[in-house]
């Protein structure tokens, strides 16, 4: 009979190790060249000034949260594409029913050879599959760029948008004061 607290000891200490053992090598390895460049303190593309209490700019935490959304979704297309190219190849009238039955299998990952000629797709099928799941990616990408174009129209991709409204907010304050001067050269005249 299997030793279960043994393996569950054999399974931590190879885990450990396997975390532990290029820490150890690269601790010995390595060159140690410290100088004040290295020793400072910076993260996440910020360099640090004045205190670590300071909220300091949260747009690169916005960029990289929208990038993860995105990515993730886009990820989703893999899977759709394998269905997709699967059921437009099924979908070709010219198929042998040999390769119809390949094809099936794979596309609804069956056991190779477990579709029989009464039981595989057939191209109507097959196209009327292709249409829905091209329908759907619409759907998908249609709302994928709702959002997109939201996050675009608030000004969330803009990496200096804090430039931006004080660079808006400087000209709305020459204008007022150009105006002023108008203003008051038109008095004293």
Request: aromatic fraction near 14%; glycine fraction near 6%.
């Amino acid at each position: 009979m299997y030793n279960l607290p043994l393996h569950f000891l054999l399974f931590m200490i190879a885990g450990a190790s396997m975390a532990l053992v290029p820490l150890v090598i690269g601790f010995f390895v390595r060159p140690h060249n410290p100088n004040q460049e290295k020793e400072a303190v910076y993260e996440c593309g910020e360099p640090t000034i004045g205190s670590s209490y300071i909220q300091f700019d949260i747009r690169f935490y916005v960029v990289a949260l929208l990038f993860i959304i995105f990515d993730v979704e886009v990820a989703f297309f893999f899977p759709w594409a394998t269905v997709f190219g699967g059921a437009t190849q099924l979908a070709d009238t010219r198929l042998s029913d040999d390769a119809r039955r390949n094809l099936t299998d794979r596309l609804l990952d069956l056991t190779p050879g477990t579709t029989t000629t009464d039981t595989m797709i057939q191209a109507a099928d097959a196209m009327q599959l292709a249409w829905t799941g091209f329908g759907d990616i619409l759907v998908f990408f249609a709302v994928l760029m709702v959002g997109f174009a939201y996050v675009w129209s608030r000004g969330d991709l803009d990496w200096v948008r804090a430039l931006m409204e004080q660079v808006k907010a400087t000209k709305l304050r020459e204008r007022e004061a150009a105006a002023a001067a108008r203003r008051d050269s038109q008095l004293a005249s």
